[in-house]
């Protein structure tokens, strides 16, 4: 199957649109990478160098360590970065939490009508790596924040999610605080408050512990550093570090979309390559088929002209071939016919004086052998058979090389009144021993013929010849020239017997006599010459009595 034209056709279709899709896939991601990384880090300088600016009055006259923490934890929520703040002498002062605890924030929410300080000041937002102290007890013999939570504070953790096409913010509840009063504790004392805000403590680790679950992706380090202040003189350096699997989820997503479209693109192929590849074989295949019909015999069959232009060519040219071909093989069938009758004539022609000659010289060995005048009438009879059997041989053999094209023609422009004159000439004696009128009409202007004038006058000489014969004493033949338009006609007309309309049809065919006698080569050789010289004759069916022959010939 994959040998065929057909499937080779639908799998270069194929493996052509992998190709492209592949190429222009791969070409794709690149120029996508390409772009993304790049915008990646226009974006990360232009976060070190904001980061940098607000920095500078942190810097000098004097260092706010407090103030660089607030900063670098605020940057990096809000743009979704690690941020490094180091002094001149790369010492590092402030540092975002890296991973996904930098990318949260708490934000305390207490009952309607009560308040978290002394400022009235409603909730608290604290992000997570700075309460992460307290939640852990760090700090816990320092502390008294735990005062400043009543019960039934609302927990909320506010997180940033990234993604590949953007940051999600997820805000996620995690209940409220309550008060714990026990026969010994009391919600006054010290301890008790110490125990209330354990609770709490437990309540936001678990809320935290449920909701750090962060996508896994393929993460990638990129860092920018820039200068606070004069570059030449910083006063420190502000470092950027990311940690994105952005650019890789954004390039597998556009991948899988490639992927997706290549095999969409590689059916579709398949599926125009099956329409396009049978338009192509089908008119191929019913040429073959049309070819092994020609070659079981069918000479007739011809292919349907389809397909396009070059199809439809091939099938014209093939068409034509075949109709060659049947013309060929159709003529080669007549001649062989045509043969079969002339070796059956010719051999029936020639057997008559072979066997006069046998007989002749059988007696000529036998009773007359003594017998002088038998001897004289016997070879004077054997002579006469010999030029029979010479004229036959001779003029089927002109006959032969005439049909097969091998005789050169010299043609020269002809006189037609000469040309006429001397065949006359050479038959009116003949005429006159039968007393038959023999005349010619000649056109009144001279008019020239290009022809071969011995083959012309033999041909005039074999019409003239017959219209002799067959004309009764006292009768008239005429031998006349006339041109009407390009053509010359030239006629021999008799008003003898005529010709049977039975015989009309093959009187110019080889060794047919007809009703008459003879040898029946004349007409066929006058044909011959004619023919050889892009001339035509033929037989006059509308004269009315006797015989008239027509020979037309191109003029000059």
């Known amino acids: 199957m994959l040998k065929s034209v057909r499937w080779r056709l639908v799998a270069s279709y194929m493996l052509v649109t992998v190709l492209a899709v592949s190429l222009v896939g791969i070409l794709a991601l690149s120029l996508l990478r390409t772009y993304v990384e790049r915008q990646e880090l226009v974006s990360m300088r232009a976060n070190a160098e904001a980061v940098a600016l607000q920095a500078e009055p942190l810097l000098w006259p004097m260092v706010h360590i407090g103030a660089l923490r607030d900063l670098a934890e605020t940057a990096a929520f809000l743009g979704g970065d690690q941020i490094r703040i180091l002094g001149s002498d790369n010492r590092l002062l402030a540092d975002s939490t890296p991973g996904a605890d930098a990318d949260a924030y708490v934000w305390l929410l207490p009952p309607l009508g009560l308040s978290l300080d002394e400022n009235d000041s409603g909730s608290i937002v604290v992000s997570l790596p700075t309460f992460m102290p307290f939640m852990e007890g760090s700090v816990w013999g320092q502390m008294s924040f735990g005062e400043l939570l009543p019960p039934d504070t609302a927990l909320t953790l506010v997180r940033r999610i990234e993604g590949p096409w953007g940051d999600r913010i997820v805000f996620e509840t995690g209940g409220t605080t309550v008060s714990i009063a026990t026969p010994n504790v009391t919600a006054n004392s010290a301890d008790g408050n110490n125990e209330i805000w354990r609770v709490r403590v437990e309540q936001i680790q678990r809320l935290v512990r449920t909701s750090n679950v962060t996508e896994n992706s393929t993460q990638t380090e990129r860092r920018i550093t820039a200068p606070v202040g004069n570059p030449l003189q910083p006063l420190g350096y502000v470092e950027v570090v990311r940690q994105s699997g952005s650019v890789a989820q954004a390039l597998a997503t556009t991948r899988w979309a490639l992927m997706l479209a290549g095999l969409g693109a590689v059916a579709l192929s398949l599926i125009v390559g099956l329409v396009v590849s049978r338009g192509l074989s089908a008119p191929l295949y019913q040429l073959a088929l049309t070819a092994e019909q020609m070659s079981d015999g069918d000479l007739s069959a011809r292919a349907p002209v389809r397909g396009g232009e070059e199809i439809e060519r091939v099938a014209r040219q093939f068409n034509e071939m075949a109709e060659r071909l049947e013309i060929s093989f159709a003529t080669l069938a007549s001649e062989r016919d045509a043969l079969r009758r002339f070796i059956a004539d010719a051999s029936h022609e020639l057997r008559t004086p072979i066997t006069a000659l046998r007989n002749y010289n059988e007696l000529l060995q036998g009773p007359a052998i003594d017998d002088l005048q038998a001897r004289s009438e016997f070879l004077s009879e054997s002579q006469t058979q010999l030029d029979r059997l010479e004229w036959i041989t001779q003029h089927l053999l002109d006959l032969s090389r005439i049909n097969a094209g091998l005789v050169n023609l010299d043609l020269m422009d002809c006189d037609v009144d ?28 001279p008019v020239n013929v290009r022809c071969d004038r011995t083959r ?3 041909a005039l000489s074999n019409l003239l010849d017959n219209a002799i014969k067959f004309t009764p004493e006292e009768g008239h033949v005429e031998l006349g020239a006339t041109s009407v338009g390009d053509q010359l006609e030239i006629w021999v007309q008799d008003d003898g017997p005529g010709i049977d309309a039975g015989d009309r049809d093959q009187i110019f065919e080889r060794f047919y006599r007809g009703a008459g006698d003879g040898h029946g ?15 035509q004759v033929f037989l006059d069916e509308s004269w009315p009595s006797g015989s008239r022959f027509v020979i037309t010939m191109p003029l000059i």
């Open 456 to 458: 012309i006058a033999l």
């Open 521 to 535: 080569l004349g007409l066929a050789i006058v044909q011959s010459n004619v023919q050889a010289q892009g001339g």
């Open 418 to 445: 000469d040309l006429l004159t001397s065949a006359v000439a050479t038959f009116r004696p003949r005429a006159q021993e039968k007393g038959i009128q023999l005349t010619m009409a000649v056109p009144s202007d």
